[in-house]
């Protein structure tokens, strides 16, 4: 069996810098159309030159015509409306990270002060740049995702015209708060889809599975499940594919994130085969981004088969991939 899908996008995406963007770019290049790139690099992409720098290093690292690199802006409360109208050509959305939350985050927002925020907020609903955030708390770890709900709900009440993307949501609680507001959407990545607490954690330490947030419980994933299953109006595929080299992954202090571009397509076949729900992979992957972004990305066709496919045990003996040395039931067979 053979099933294509048109314009894939992967609408959460770290590319990182250097050699791990020439390692990782042609990968998620080759079988997206286009992708968000998170601005959490060191020092992060706070100024128009630095947005439009990083986006050229990506095309080039990249190599591929037909793949966009959607940029965004890391939040900061002090832009001015001036900075933001003259950078908002060049972004399809700012990332608000809490400070020290994960990976070169610290230089985020803390404390949540509405009127602090305001001044940025007001600017980017009038600006029609849409807010992504990383939403937890520095509460108990299982407890940061729905202890900042209440958080999410009072920006998406003071600010109705301002697309909040929840990103990566693992939680029922999450998926539930999408009911209650119109502006508010999210993301999902693929191993919140695959797994929970138990498989990074429940066994010996994997620490390849080792993300923020951190996998929850057998009733998130549920949740998670369900609304991408359904194709969920208001939720996007987001990867989050988070290289990091396998000698900071495999060591005291693991870094978090989970390597998955160069096998998110064929993992989500799987999925949403095993569920009955191929049916629902073009929209979840592709057509409710570009409704939610306005966004038009290059033409693609990717051709995925239904046959045996064996994970790479490394990319460029540097970064691990999720399912490595595993076979996975899809393979891509064509992209153009
Ligand atoms: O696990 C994660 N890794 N979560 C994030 O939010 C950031 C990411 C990274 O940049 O490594
Ligand atoms: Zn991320």
């Known amino acids: 069996m053979v099933i294509s899908l048109n314009e894939p996008l992967d609408m959460h995406l770290h590319l990182r810098e250097g050699r791990m963007l020439d390692i990782v770019a042609p990968y998620s290049a080759l079988t997206f159309s286009g992708a968000l790139v998170m601005p959490n690099l060191v020092p992060p ?19 591929n015509d037909k793949f966009v690199p959607y940029m965004t802006l890391f939040f900061r409360s002090d832009y001015t409306y001036e900075f933001l109208a003259s950078v ?38 009038d600006l029609r740049i849409p807010l992504c955030i990383h939403g937890e708390t520095d509460g108990f770890v299982m407890d ?61 330490l994997q620490p390849h599975l080792f993300c923020k947030p951190i996998a929850k419980r057998p009733e998130d ?6 609304a991408a299953l359904q194709a969920h109006p208001k939720v996007m595929f987001g990867s989050d ?13 693991c870094a978090a ?21 191929l049916d629902r992979l073009q929209t979840f992957v592709s057509d409710n981004a570009r409704r939610i972004y306005g966004i038009n990305p290059p033409k ?37």
């Open 144 to 204: 940061r995702e729905a202890e900042f709900i209440p958080i999410y709900r009072k920006i998406a009440e003071n600010f109705p015209n301002l697309k909040i993307i929840m990103e990566h949501i693992t939680t029922k609680e999450a998926v539930a708060a999408l009911e209650d507001f119109d502006n508010l959407y999210a993301t999902i990545t693929l191993h919140h889809l695959y797994i929970t607490l138990d498989d990074v954690a429940g066994g010996l």
């Open 241 to 253: 594919s988070a290289p990091h080299p396998k000698e900071t992954k495999e060591a005291p202090g």
């Open 88 to 125: 908002k050509e060049q972004i399809v959305a700012i990332k608000l990270y809490p400070a020290g939350i994960t990976t070169n985050s610290e230089e985020g927002v803390s404390g949540f002060d509405i009127g602090e925020l305001a001044p940025v907020l007001d600017a980017m609903s």
């Open 45 to 63: 992409l706070t100024t128009k030159e630095a947005v439009l720098k990083y986006k050229s290093q990506i095309v080039e690292a990249g190599g």
């Open 300 to 336: 693609k066709e990717v051709l995925l088969e239904k046959s045996l496919y064996l994970v790479p045990e490394i990319y460029e003996a540097t970064v691990v991939p999720m399912f490595a040395g595993q076979s996975l039931e899809w393979r891509v067979v064509g992209a153009q």
């Open 221 to 226: 994933r549920a949740a998670l499940l369900e």
């Open 257 to 277: 994130g989970v390597f998955t571009a160069p096998i998110a397509l064929q993992a989500l076949a799987q999925l949403f085969d095993n569920h009955g729900a």
